[in-house]
Nanobody
């Protein structure tokens, strides 16, 4: 049974940095991919970043390329989303998602089987 708990969202100012966490149980001994998605009020859920482990393939949405980084802390089995230089348009509920046995990390919501509950990120001026 795979369970994800995402956390770390809060109110920040434009230009600040924030790190979101996705704590995963049931994945430590498996090949898997994790994706971060976000959904702003009134908009569809969109891809942010994804990675697969073991492996070094990482994908980023154009809107966050160079500002966000997805990485994993193996000792804690946590996947993070480091967000730098936050902008107003980054305001959304952020969700982590996981799928097993993927070498290439997916970028679409329907390719993931497990989801966290979401964490709110609000960027203000």
């Amino acid at each position: 049974q795979v369970q994800l708990v995402d956390s770390g969202g809060r109110l920040v100012q434009a230009g600040d940095s924030l790190r979101l966490s996705c704590a995963a149980s049931g994945l430590s001994s498996r090949r898997f991919a994790v994706g971060w998605f976000r959904q702003a009020l009134g908009k569809e859920r969109e891809f942010v970043a994804s990675g697969s482990w073991p492996g070094s393939i990482r994908y980023y949405a154009d809107s966050v390329q160079g500002r966000f980084t997805i990485f994993r802390e193996y000792t804690k089995n946590v996947v993070y989303l480091q967000m730098n230089s936050l902008k107003l348009e980054d305001t959304a509920v952020y969700y982590c998602a996981a799928v097993l046995d993927k070498i290439v990390p997916p970028t679409k919501t329907d390719e993931y089987d497990f989801w966290g509950q979401g964490t709110q990120v609000t960027v203000s001026v």
